[in-house]
């Protein structure tokens, strides 16, 4: 188990510039989530997959923001035209299929963006 | 709307002592509760969870209690160790929803 791995750990970029983060999930979990966090706060729901499809997007996301998890296994994140107000951590998480009950999400060490 | 609150941001507690750490909630449809811990520059990582059915949970050291009329959850650990230093998050999900729903966090720090 190499648990959740997400890439790059950092980024700084600038204002208006457009980044994309990865997220490889744990190899035989078919869900897979991002969330946001801030300072100060916990972790925000973004997006989750179920497989290959997108079942959910968060009203937090604006159009700026898309997700793709092509054939089921990694994901990739991408916020176009970047602004300050995205600086956060962004944590991808995956969890196992079967009944979601408290089955747990397992969670990568983030991506911590900066828009300078 | 914060569903899920964590209203002490800090906690400091001396090595062997218990530490206990509170979380409310607002929606009566939650059915299951999870502890996280996250150090730094790390993600979160599972500690220990309820169903709604439950009023307690024992793991080793951690205990979670439920206490589904007051919509509040604790979690106790026994004894504190530096090594438990760390920011704890309480989260909630529906039993029809993929979607964890985090409360603020609050920064454990255990004394030696």
């Known amino acids: 188990d190499t648990g959740v791995s997400q890439n790059p750990r950092h980024k700084i970029t600038k204002r208006g510039q457009n980044v994309t983060f990865r997220c490889d999930p744990i190899s035989e979990h078919n869900r897979l989530y991002w969330y946001r966090q801030t300072l100060g706060q916990g972790p925000e729901f973004l997006t989750y997959?179920?497989?290959?499809?997108?079942?959910?997007k968060s009203r937090l996301l604006s159009d700026r923001f898309s997700a793709e998890r092509p054939k089921g296994s990694f994901s990739t994140l991408e916020i176009q035209r970047t602004e300050q107000g995205d600086s956060a951590m962004y944590l991808c998480?995956?969890?196992?299929?079967?009944?979601?009950?408290?089955?747990?999400?397992?969670f990568g060490n983030g991506t911590r963006l900066t828009v300078t | 709307d914060q569903q899920v609150k964590q209203n002490s941001p800090s906690l400091s507690v001396q090595e062997g002592r218990i530490s206990i750490l509170n979380c409310d909630y607002t929606n009566s449809m939650f059915d299951y509760f999870l502890w996280y811990k996250k150090y730094p520059a790390e993600g979160p990582t599972f500690l220990i969870s309820?169903?709604?059915?439950?009023d307690k949970n024992e793991d080793g050291r951690f205990t979670v209690f439920l206490n589904k009329s007051a919509k509040h959850l604790s979690l106790h650990i026994v004894p504190s160790q530096p090594g438990d230093s760390a920011v704890y998050f309480c989260?909630?999900?529906?039993?029809?929803?993929?979607?964890?729903?985090f409360g603020s966090g609050t920064r454990l720090l255990v004394r030696p």
């Open positions: 998480a995956s969890s196992s299929p079967g009944r979601t009950g408290n089955s747990p999400l397992h």
């Open positions: 989260a909630a999900r529906m039993d029809s929803s993929y979607k964890l729903i």
């Open positions: 309820i169903s709604s059915i439950k």
């Open positions: 997959f179920q497989n290959e499809a997108q079942l959910e």
